[in-house]
């Protein structure tokens, strides 16, 4: 039994405004490649597999061609869960049909738990026991109590996410019993923030929760998981030194924040009750590289890059004012295959500070940034401000867990 795990495709993303549909293609049409040169049979996809709710056409296009394809191949089973991106009714509306390709969709949770526990077989041979746990929204696992603290909180949350794994596997440890079969590997899936990850800045993962402090510790999964395929995450790693516990990684960097990391996929290999992992790295499709420094330093770089084919974040560090910086740098460009997709001018970003620049937008920015320049704006207390942004962070989880496309 080979089991391929992968996460984050986020597709339909893009950086800086630039579409990545060919990055997504070639990506995806390397995982088919991948999936037969190392005789996949289970491909687990942990979450995010669109950027958003409501996906482009294209960004469909891409998820069901691949799903077509994979079938064609020597892969037998597909499992795919939902993200925090997806949105869980959109994943779920062509589950049936899927499960004619093989395919199995877990958008959300159902009122059966046991939904979310699969029996993998071969030719009538079972071959594993999956735990696709979706991402949990607070409201899927938390009761809230009135007058509960933001401490309350969190614990009441990690303790319903911790439940509802020991309830999964106990039910998959149950079947593994019924079928006489103890070597059966049993695999949990999650997509989830767990306690010391590594994340990047500028990488585009969100505080799940409501505090970082909910992040989930190691311990809180189960024992009896022979291996755990985790989605959230974009940099590929190991959770608190346990090998089997593992975020496989986005397979693109996200963002240019990801630009010099190794993208992995993950094979998992169980024969006679016996476990091997191995990392595969994902080729780089497009690349992105970040320069820094003055406008001397910009230059020369451009200089010594000029023959390859790279998007660039240009960040100007200098003490002068250059009211035309972007056309200095274009200018540097022309007849190279570089291609500048951000300019940030730090300078005039910290002269004005509270002003919105030319150079700056609200991309620059993320949700809480902008909420603590408002803070800033109205000279809010620091005591204030602890509740302020905890009750801000609320609403935005609130909001990025609408699932626009529910009835
Ligand atoms: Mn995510």
Redesign the pocket.
């Given at each position: 039994m080979r089991i391929l795990h992968t996460?984050?495709w986020?597709l339909g993303r893009s950086l800086y405004n630039k579409k990545r549909y060919e990055e997504f293609e070639a990506f995806l049409e390397w995982l088919i490649l991948t999936i037969q040169e190392h005789k996949i049979d289970t491909l687990l996809v942990a979450?995010?597999v669109f950027d958003n709710g409501s996906p482009s056409n294209r960004a469909q296009n891409l998820y069901y061609h691949f799903l077509v394809k994979v079938a064609s191949t020597s892969c037998q089973h597909i499992v795919v869960i939902a993200?925090?991106?997806d949105s869980p009714s959109f994943l779920n509306a062509p589950k049936e049909l899927l499960r004619e390709l093989n395919v199995y969709v877990i958008g959300s949770i159902t009122e059966s738990i046991e939904d979310e526990v699969l029996l993998l077989t071969s030719n009538n041979q079972p071959q594993a026991i999956i735990c696709a746990v979706p991402?949990l929204r607070d409201r899927d696992v938390r009761v809230a109590e009135p007058g509960e603290t933001i401490d309350d909180k969190n614990a009441n949350l990690i303790e319903g996410i911790s439940q509802h794994y020991g309830e999964v596997s106990r039910l998959a440890e149950q079947k593994r019993e019924d079928l006489g079969n103890p070597k059966l590997p049993i695999i949990g899936m999650g997509?989830l923030f767990t306690a010391g990850g590594k994340t990047l800045d500028g990488d585009g993962?969100?505080e799940?929760y409501i505090g970082a402090l909910t992040h989930v510790h190691a311990d809180k999964f189960p024992a009896s998981f022979d291996y755990i395929a985790l989605?959230?995450?974009h940099v590929p790693q190991i959770v608190d030194k346990k090998e089997h516990i593992r975020y496989s990684g986005s397979p693109l960097p996200i963002g240019f924040g990801e630009a010099s990391q190794e993208k992995k996929v993950i094979i998992i290999e169980f024969s006679e009750g016996l476990r091997k992992i191995e990392e595969i790295t994902v080729p780089v499709f497009q690349k992105l590289l970040r320069i820094s420094g003055s406008i001397e330093d910009i230059i020369e770089r451009i200089e010594e890059l000029k023959l390859e084919s790279a998007w660039l974040e240009i960040e100007y560090k200098g003490k002068d004012i250059i009211p035309n910086l972007r056309q200095v740098i274009d200018e540097a460009l022309v007849a190279t295959s570089l291609e500048s997709l951000q300019i940030k001018n730090r300078q005039v970003m910290e002269k004005v500070a509270m002003a919105i620049s030319a150079d700056e937008t609200l991309d620059d920015l993320d949700e809480i940034e902008v909420f603590n320049r408002c803070l800033d704006a109205f000279e809010t207390s620091e005591e204030d401000r602890v509740g302020l942004i905890s009750a801000y962070r609320e609403i935005l989880r609130d909001l990025q867990e609408e699932d626009l496309n529910a009835e």
């Open positions: 996460s984050d986020h979450g995010d993200g925090n991106h991402y997509h993962v969100r799940l989605g959230h995450l």
